[in-house]
């Protein structure tokens, strides 16, 4: 359930946003309030994610996730792979836009 692209938008999100709440994080990333929870558990678990109740919070409802160093390693060490993965499909568009253009333009040429 805790794959990598779900570890990294919690990672970062967490990381950009210590205090924001489950429930947040949940509509934020587009998935359910549970695999939020069962996510940050496991990030927990993992020693990825340390989290800490608001100690100014009236309701003590509140907590702030806060990233481990072993937690921003795997934040970076996710990034770079989701780059590589991300400058591929970037390169593979690129050359589908090319090839469509160049369709396009025979297809004007035939018309002309």
Not at 41 to 55: P, T
Not at 58 to 75: F, S, V
Not at 95 to 111: C, G, M, P, R, T
């Amino acid at each position: 359930m805790l794959d990598e692209k779900n570890r990294y938008k919690i990672l970062k999100s967490l990381e950009s946003r210590p205090e924001i709440s489950q429930r947040e994080l949940a509509k934020e990333l587009g998935i359910s309030l549970g695999k939020v929870n069962f996510c940050i558990n496991a990030l927990v678990a993992k020693g990825l994610v340390k989290v800490n109740n608001f100690q100014s919070n009236p309701n003590k409802r509140g907590y702030i996730y806060l990233l481990t160093p072993r937690g921003i390693e795997a934040k970076a060490n996710l990034t770079m792979e989701f780059l590589k993965i991300k400058m591929q499909e970037y390169e593979a568009l690129s050359h589908e836009i090319e090839s469509l253009q160049y369709e396009v333009a025979q297809l004007q040429e035939v018309k002309s």
